[in-house]
């Protein structure tokens, strides 16, 4: 399945366009941090489904510790309850550093804490869950194996370019639940973060995920 994500920051979202480019799927940004919510999120959850997409949300996480993911997951709660809208896709947990707030904010990067902080998040939701991440970070920090969620990853190239498969064939790298391939998917004058939904765990490489 080939799929967006998107938030407020996409703006309005022509979801006819979307739907004529043959997007089966969407994961809207539903919250941030401690206490924000995505102002788009309802309607865009709603003009997707009027056009048959399925959605599944994410939270952007600003956490520095164990706790503060605890929180992160019930204001991601929160905010999903009070939409009451039907998500048939995993809410991810997205944990990277894109406007480097950890980084200027003392944290640790530390492998076992930031593993720690996912299966927090994880468990406080209560929903059906998963966690987002560039390659590099699910290979140096995040225990991905351990959490036994959803794995969707970030390595932006081509989806034809055979970037997970050796020279013999065999997958190498983490495909996961869902692929990130690129940032720049032209959908009728506007570029958005593009995604594939692979249809048979046998596909996934590792572990079912």
Avoid at 13 to 42: H, N, P, Q, T
Avoid at 44 to 62: F, L, M, P, Q, T
Avoid at 129 to 150: H, K, M, P
Avoid at 170 to 185: E, K
Wanted: aromatic fraction near 14%; hydrophobic fraction near 35%; glycine fraction near 10%.
């Amino acid at each position: 399945m080939k799929g967006i994500d998107v938030s407020e920051n996409n703006g309005k979202v022509d979801w006819d366009a979307v739907k004529e480019a043959g997007i089966e799927f969407a994961i809207i940004r539903c919250s941030y941090g401690l206490s924000s919510e995505d102002e788009m999120f309802l309607e865009n959850v709603n003009e997707a489904h009027k056009r048959g997409i399925k959605c599944g949300a994410y939270h952007y996480s600003y956490s520095l510790d164990e706790d503060g993911a605890r929180q992160e997951a019930e204001n991601c709660k929160r905010v999903i309850e009070e939409a009451g809208v039907l998500l048939e896709l995993p809410v991810f947990f997205d944990m990277e550093d894109a406007d480097h707030y950890k980084a200027n904010h003392g944290f640790a990067f530390d492998a076992e804490e930031i593993t720690n902080m996912c299966k927090a998040f994880i468990d406080t939701l209560g929903l059906n869950c998963g966690v987002y991440a560039s390659e590099s970070w699910f290979d140096d920090y995040i225990d991905w194996r351990l959490l036994g969620c959803a794995v969707w990853n970030a390595a932006w190239c081509s989806p034809t370019s055979h970037f997970f498969e050796d020279a013999n064939g065999n997958v190498d790298g983490i495909q996961g639940y869902m692929w990130q391939f690129t940032d720049g998917l032209y959908i009728d004058g506007a570029y958005f973060d593009g995604n594939i939904i692979y249809d048979d765990v046998d596909k996934a490489g590792q572990d079912g995920y």
